[in-house]
């Protein structure tokens, strides 16, 4: 069973907490996405599950097995690094091969050690075995690299490259594959690739993996869950749904997408409403909350541009447009709306009015989608 159990793990640099009480439980078969911003401990989590930071206390299970006291070559896990940590000097096969390599070093005796020495000093000397032929051969097929076999890894693209580190994680039949920002050094249009490769090789193949990144879109768009961290804490454990649309704190609503995030305090309840004072305004939600200092969380899909000339009963702030930027199916206003600033999104279709710098308007909302925190 490929399922990660993490119970209050914590980790001590220098006598800073880096790790507290991390509480992980994720399922077989999962891909599990931790996010966060840089330094908040994601990585750290990971290395732990790996075997190769030492936690100062609680406890891993991978499947049914503790793993505290288990070497990181014993834990039946796949690594892509970041750097994606390639051989230069070696081919695609060769880098690949590598960890089965290995696997037959520990394995064999003396005579065949030599053999297994040579080999990964120069393929050409000594054949591989028919099993690793076959099966890194399967891999790269796999991974759409068949062609590429005999090139050294300084030949390729980034994206192949990337591929390579894959491959290598996935011919060990790994429990699970844990996976450290591996799209951070790829473009932006060869990262939305690589991102639809790499779930379609996991849904295929039903392994249970563990990706740390701190790019909301890439988690939200791979995820099954997503654990956001900061701190050394975990904030909220959702799918990628359940954290957009119900963040737990301002940090999380800021974090995972855009938002308007405004102090306000609420003054009374009415028709199933909670009215809460902002500025100079009065905006209605329809979540009610015990404290009366609240914070609106409102997302700037869920805000609709008017003209100042028509006639909204309420919820809406008189705004003035400072930046309109049109953006093809979308166009993004900058409000400003007395002592705020809004971001507000519209859906533009061919011959929509936009308006522009400096135009008046208003800032309408709905009441369901106004979240107090």
Do not use: W
């Not at 804490?233 to 997408?257: C, H, M, R, W």
């Not at 011959?351 to 369901?368: R, W």
């Amino acid at each position: 069973m490929g399922s990660v159990v993490v119970k209050q793990l914590t980790k001590n640099f220098s006598g800073v907490d880096v790790l507290k009480n991390i509480e992980l439980d994720i399922h077989e078969g999962e891909f599990f996405a931790l996010l966060g911003p840089s330094g908040c401990g994601k990585t750290t989590t990971m290395r732990c599950i790996a075997g190769f930071e030492a936690p100062s206390s609680g406890e891993i299970r991978i499947g049914e097995k503790l793993v505290n006291d288990i070497s990181p070559h014993r834990r039946n896990c796949g690594m892509v690094f970041q750097s994606y940590a390639l051989f230069p000097h070696m081919n695609v096969f060769d880098n690949i091969a590598y960890s089965l390599n290995i696997k037959h070093l520990r394995d064999s005796n003396m005579f065949k050690k030599l053999g297994v020495y040579i080999r990964m000093l120069n393929s050409k000397l000594i054949k591989y075995p028919k099993e690793i032929e076959e099966k890194v051969n399967s891999i790269l097929e796999y991974v759409e690299l068949k062609e590429h076999a005999r090139k050294l890894t300084g030949e390729l693209s980034g994206g192949q490259q990337q591929r390579v580190a894959l491959a290598r994680a996935l011919v060990m039949e790994p429990q699970v594959l844990l996976m450290d920002e591996p799209l951070s050094n790829l473009d932006q249009k060869l990262r939305h690739s690589m991102r639809n490769t790499i779930r379609r090789i996991q849904q295929e193949l039903k392994i249970t993996t563990i990706f740390v990144t701190h790019d909301q879109e890439e988690a939200m768009s791979m995820a099954d869950r997503v654990a956001v961290m900061n701190g050394g804490e975990i904030l909220q454990i959702g799918t990628p749904t359940d954290l957009y649309s119900n963040p737990k704190t301002p940090f999380i609503a800021d974090f995972v997408g855009t938002s308007n995030i405004l102090s306000g305090k609420v003054t009374k309840k009415a028709n199933n409403l909670t009215c809460v004072q902002v500025g100079d305004y009065e905006i209605q939600s329809a979540m009610e909350v015990e404290q009366e200092d609240v914070q609106l969380v409102i997302r700037p899909e869920n805000l609709i541009v008017k003209d100042k000339s028509e006639s909204t009963i309420d919820n809406y702030f008189n705004g003035i447009v400072e930046v309109a930027t049109y953006l093809g199916s979308t166009v993004r206003y900058d409000v400003r709306a007395g002592d705020h600033n809004l971001l507000v999104d519209t859906v533009f279709e061919s011959g929509d009015k936009i308006f522009e710098k400096d135009s008046e308007i208003k800032v309408v909302v709905d009441p369901e989608r106004v979240l107090l925190l």
